[in-house]
Protein backbone atom coordinates (compact mmCIF):
# COMPACT_ATOMS: atom_id res chain seq x y z
CA UNK A 1 0.00 0.00 0.00
CA UNK A 2 1.32 3.59 -0.77
CA UNK A 3 -0.34 6.62 0.55
CA UNK A 4 -0.09 9.92 -0.97
CA UNK A 5 -0.87 13.70 -0.53
CA UNK A 6 -2.85 15.73 -3.30
CA UNK A 7 -2.42 19.15 -3.53
CA UNK A 8 -2.83 22.11 -6.11
CA UNK A 9 -0.73 25.23 -7.20
CA UNK A 10 -1.58 26.91 -4.11
CA UNK A 11 -0.52 24.29 -1.57
CA UNK A 12 -3.80 23.81 -0.26
CA UNK A 13 -4.29 19.83 0.14
CA UNK A 14 -7.50 18.54 -1.52
CA UNK A 15 -7.38 15.00 -1.21
CA UNK A 16 -5.47 12.10 0.64
CA UNK A 17 -5.37 8.24 -1.11
CA UNK A 18 -4.63 5.55 -0.32
CA UNK A 19 -2.78 3.57 -3.35
CA UNK A 20 -3.34 -0.85 -3.24
CA UNK A 21 -1.06 -0.66 -6.27
CA UNK A 22 0.43 2.41 -7.86
CA UNK A 23 0.52 3.16 -10.95
CA UNK A 24 3.38 5.55 -12.06
CA UNK A 25 3.48 6.91 -15.19
CA UNK A 26 5.84 8.90 -17.45
CA UNK A 27 5.15 11.33 -20.46
CA UNK A 28 6.51 9.70 -24.13
CA UNK A 29 6.77 12.44 -26.15
CA UNK A 30 7.27 10.23 -29.20
CA UNK A 31 4.04 9.21 -28.66
CA UNK A 32 2.27 11.83 -26.89
CA UNK A 33 0.65 10.20 -24.22
CA UNK A 34 1.41 8.70 -20.40
CA UNK A 35 2.67 5.77 -20.64
CA UNK A 36 2.88 3.46 -16.54
CA UNK A 37 6.53 3.19 -15.39
CA UNK A 38 8.80 2.00 -12.99
CA UNK A 39 8.81 4.29 -10.04
CA UNK A 40 12.34 5.59 -10.31
CA UNK A 41 11.31 7.25 -13.97
CA UNK A 42 8.20 8.05 -12.94
CA UNK A 43 7.07 11.56 -13.23
CA UNK A 44 3.90 11.44 -11.85
CA UNK A 45 1.14 9.03 -10.43
CA UNK A 46 -2.77 8.22 -11.49
CA UNK A 47 -4.90 8.43 -8.75
CA UNK A 48 -7.12 5.64 -7.63
CA UNK A 49 -10.14 5.21 -9.86
CA UNK A 50 -7.23 6.32 -12.35
CA UNK A 51 -8.52 8.92 -14.50
CA UNK A 52 -6.36 11.77 -13.24
CA UNK A 53 -2.57 11.92 -13.51
CA UNK A 54 -0.74 13.94 -10.42
CA UNK A 55 2.34 15.39 -10.87
CA UNK A 56 4.86 13.73 -8.69
CA UNK A 57 6.40 16.39 -6.21
CA UNK A 58 10.44 17.17 -7.36
CA UNK A 59 9.99 15.33 -10.55
CA UNK A 60 9.88 16.20 -13.95
CA UNK A 61 6.91 18.56 -15.63
CA UNK A 62 4.18 16.07 -16.74
CA UNK A 63 1.84 17.42 -19.55
CA UNK A 64 -1.57 17.73 -18.10
CA UNK A 65 -1.35 17.60 -14.55
CA UNK A 66 -2.88 20.21 -12.89
CA UNK A 67 -2.56 18.18 -9.15
CA UNK A 68 0.68 17.65 -7.45
CA UNK A 69 0.91 14.62 -5.22
CA UNK A 70 3.74 13.44 -2.50
CA UNK A 71 4.38 9.86 -0.91
CA UNK A 72 3.36 9.98 2.93
CA UNK A 73 3.32 7.40 4.99
CA UNK A 74 0.69 5.44 6.64
CA UNK A 75 0.66 7.49 9.88
CA UNK A 76 0.66 10.94 8.02
CA UNK A 77 -1.88 9.72 5.66
CA UNK A 78 -4.36 8.56 8.86
CA UNK A 79 -3.40 12.08 10.52
CA UNK A 80 -4.21 13.82 7.00
CA UNK A 81 -7.62 11.61 6.21
CA UNK A 82 -9.33 12.24 9.11
CA UNK A 83 -9.14 16.06 8.77
CA UNK A 84 -10.39 16.01 5.82
CA UNK A 85 -13.83 16.06 5.05
CA UNK A 86 -15.47 12.31 3.85
CA UNK A 87 -17.67 12.70 0.55
CA UNK A 88 -20.93 10.98 0.45
CA UNK A 89 -23.97 10.76 -0.97
CA UNK A 90 -27.71 9.85 0.46
CA UNK A 91 -30.20 8.65 -1.48
CA UNK A 92 -33.95 8.73 -0.83
CA UNK A 93 -35.65 5.52 0.85
CA UNK A 94 -37.43 3.88 -1.93
CA UNK A 95 -39.13 1.35 0.70
CA UNK A 96 -41.22 4.08 2.50
CA UNK A 97 -39.29 3.41 5.54
CA UNK A 98 -38.33 6.65 5.86
CA UNK A 99 -34.72 5.63 6.44
CA UNK A 100 -31.52 6.56 4.04
CA UNK A 101 -28.87 4.95 2.94
CA UNK A 102 -24.82 5.79 2.18
CA UNK A 103 -23.69 5.00 -0.95
CA UNK A 104 -20.03 5.34 -1.80
CA UNK A 105 -18.57 7.84 -3.79
CA UNK A 106 -16.95 6.96 -7.31
CA UNK A 107 -15.45 10.50 -7.59
CA UNK A 108 -11.86 11.35 -5.95
CA UNK A 109 -11.94 14.57 -4.30
CA UNK A 110 -8.73 15.62 -5.81
CA UNK A 111 -11.35 15.17 -9.02
CA UNK A 112 -13.95 16.55 -7.55
CA UNK A 113 -11.51 19.58 -6.70
CA UNK A 114 -10.49 19.61 -10.49
CA UNK A 115 -14.35 19.61 -11.31
CA UNK A 116 -15.19 22.39 -9.51
CA UNK A 117 -12.38 24.31 -10.89
CA UNK A 118 -13.72 23.95 -13.78
CA UNK A 119 -16.90 24.68 -13.04
CA UNK A 120 -15.67 28.11 -11.43
CA UNK A 121 -13.61 29.40 -14.64
CA UNK A 122 -17.13 28.39 -16.98
CA UNK A 123 -18.89 30.51 -14.20
CA UNK A 124 -16.64 33.33 -15.03
CA UNK A 125 -16.88 33.43 -18.80
CA UNK A 126 -20.80 33.19 -18.54
CA UNK A 127 -20.69 35.88 -16.09
CA UNK A 128 -18.83 38.30 -18.57
CA UNK A 129 -21.01 37.24 -21.51
CA UNK A 130 -24.38 38.06 -19.48
CA UNK A 131 -22.87 41.40 -18.57
CA UNK A 132 -21.77 41.98 -22.05
CA UNK A 133 -25.45 40.79 -23.25
CA UNK A 134 -26.66 43.54 -20.75
CA UNK A 135 -24.29 46.07 -21.70
CA UNK A 136 -25.59 45.46 -25.72
CA UNK A 137 -29.43 45.49 -24.24
CA UNK A 138 -28.75 48.70 -22.67
CA UNK A 139 -27.95 50.50 -25.75
CA UNK A 140 -30.62 49.00 -28.07
CA UNK A 141 -33.00 50.30 -25.34
CA UNK A 142 -31.38 53.67 -24.95
CA UNK A 143 -31.61 53.81 -28.59
CA UNK A 144 -27.92 54.33 -28.95
CA UNK A 145 -26.65 52.12 -31.70
CA UNK A 146 -22.68 53.35 -32.03
CA UNK A 147 -23.64 54.84 -35.23
CA UNK A 148 -23.58 58.79 -36.10
CA UNK A 149 -26.53 59.59 -38.11
CA UNK A 150 -25.26 61.18 -41.74
CA UNK A 151 -27.61 63.86 -41.47
Not at 91 to 111: F, L, N, R, S
Request: hydrophobic letters at 40%; proline letters at 3%; one cysteine or more.
Amino acid sequence: MRYIKVYDSSGTVVAAEALQSPAFVHWNARYGCKLVCQERYAQGIMSMDGDTAYQLEGKEALPGAELTAVLISQLEYDALAATLEETATETPDDTGTGETEQQEVVVTPAKMYLRIKDLEAENQALTAQVTELGEAMDLLLSGATGEEDAG
